[in-house]
């Protein structure tokens, strides 16, 4: 699909970038109080909500159910769910963000059932769902395939203790919201503890739920008899946006300071861009990365919260291309995200994939502009920040895969002085 591009010029490895850059509100917290709107009896609002195709496309599905949206100002929408709400999601919209698997929980818990297909989004792995749908049965729903479509449904839910096989962030955010409006009591062992679901269960406690626990590995949920929304839900920033940009700031930039940001939320990132020889500042809600003479080799595993986000795994492989010395990942959470790196071998980088989980990378090698297809939403911010550092004009196309999760990046950039133009 040809949806635009982006057009950059590079800096040749010059650290040359600055200026201030503000982070968005994060597109993994947001998308799930989007989902959150069907369990409340009134209205929900929510503010700093950035400004990317996944809001859409999440707006669009909740819209299809017969939920009330409302744009009330550039930031903030005001979701009104009023009951009676249609139990099937919509495919096309469904298939487009893995994100609309988090509806399932709250449209079951209120209605009693549910259907969909496989949720879609970015290709990076095999991405399945039967947490979700093991766990719902051990809640006492009926699940079932019907030709594309997977039916669950329970004539009455009731709590479980539920242990994860993996700690999933969406099954964990799921299954707490199914959990707050089922009598009894859930227990999710071995849960997620990213800092998006803690945001998530404090706007549902503040709305009267009972959970206990979020952002460590045994969330407590007691069911409650309906949730009313006393404040609104602050987006928090997003720290994988802050992430990317505080490794952009390391490898092109002179002095970037990253504001309305939670470093706190990156402590392990910015540990590894230290030890890798980054300049680093923290304050309280911003990052200041000024250039550093050069860099070294970093060996980086991927892994849950607090660990180093996947989702940071593709901007982290650039940098690398920059530094001196041989390199490490080791993807430990999809297996299919580091395809990518073929595009930065052709662009001139050393590397060595040598399985879908591993790779090497040696270094400093420098990048030559090409003409590329972002081919996820992390991935296509890492070939920003490789076309940045490239030698030559790039061209990266099919960047609906970027807008999905960064909101009018080109336009930022712009104000830190980077020459990308959408055509
Ligand atoms: N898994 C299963 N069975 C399931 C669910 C997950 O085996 O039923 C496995 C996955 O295959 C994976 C592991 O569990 O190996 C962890 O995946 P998780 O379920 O935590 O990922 P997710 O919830 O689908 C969210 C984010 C991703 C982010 C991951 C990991 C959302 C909408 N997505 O995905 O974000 O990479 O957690 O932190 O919250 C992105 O924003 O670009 C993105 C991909």
Do not use: W
Request: glycine fraction near 8%.
């Amino acid at each position: 699909m040809e949806n635009g591009k982006f057009v950059i010029q590079g800096l040749e490895g010059q650290k040359v970038l600055e200026g201030k850059i503000s982070v968005r509100g994060a597109k993994n917290a947001a998308l799930k109080a989007f989902a959150a709107s069907i369990l409340f009896d009134d209205g929900i609002q929510i503010d700093n909500v950035p400004f990317i195709k996944d809001i859409e496309s999440v707006s669009n599905l909740l819209k299809h159910l017969g939920v009330h949206v409302n744009q009330i100002s550039e930031r903030s929408f005001k979701l009104k769910s009023s009951g009676g709400i249609n139990t099937d999601l919509a495919d096309d919209i469904a298939k487009s963000l893995r994100a609309s698997i988090v509806l399932s929980g709250p449209i079951l818990a209120k209605e009693g059932k549910v259907s969909f297909s496989h949720p879609g989004g970015c290709v990076i792995g095999e991405r399945p769902i039967d947490i979700f749908l093991e766990s719902f049965e051990k809640m006492g729903a009926n699940t079932r395939k019907d030709g594309e479509k997977y039916i669950v449904s329970a004539a009455k839910l009731h709590g479980a203790e539920i242990i994860f096989k993996i700690p999933s962030v969406t099954a964990t955010e799921t299954l707490m919201m199914t959990g707050v409006l089922t009598p009894g009591t859930t227990i999710l062992h071995n849960a997620a503890c990213e800092p998006e679901i803690v945001a998530l269960a404090d706007f549902l406690n503040a709305g009267g739920a009972e959970i206990n626990g979020a952002g460590t590995h045994n969330v407590v949920i007691k069911g409650v008899d309906s949730l009313r929304s006393r404040k609104p839900f602050l987006t928090p920033s997003d720290r994988i946006e802050a992430g990317s940009l505080a490794i952009l700031a390391a490898v092109c930039g002179k002095d970037i300071d990253i504001i309305d940001c939670q470093p706190e939320h990156l402590k392990v990132l910015l540990r590894a861009l230290v030890s890798a020889g980054a300049n680093i500042q923290e304050t309280g809600k911003s990052i200041r990365i000024k250039s550093s003479p050069s860099l070294r080799s970093l060996d980086i595993k991927t892994h849950e919260y607090p660990g180093i986000p996947t989702d940071l795994q593709s901007p982290l492989a650039v940098l690398m291309t920059q530094a001196t010395g041989k390199s490490f990942i080791f993807e430990t959470i999809f297996e299919g995200r580091l395809n990518y790196l073929n595009e930065l071998i052709r662009m001139g980088a050393d590397i060595t994939i040598c399985d879908p989980h591993r790779a090497i990378i040696s270094g400093p090698t420098s990048l030559r502009g090409r003409e590329m297809e972002s081919p996820d939403l992390r991935a296509g911010l890492a070939f920003i920040i490789a076309a940045l550092i490239a030698k030559g004009e790039s061209i990266i196309h099919n960047i609906y895969n970027i807008d999905r999760g960064y909101e009018n990046i080109e336009e930022r950039l712009r104000l830190i002085n980077a020459d990308i133009k959408r055509v």
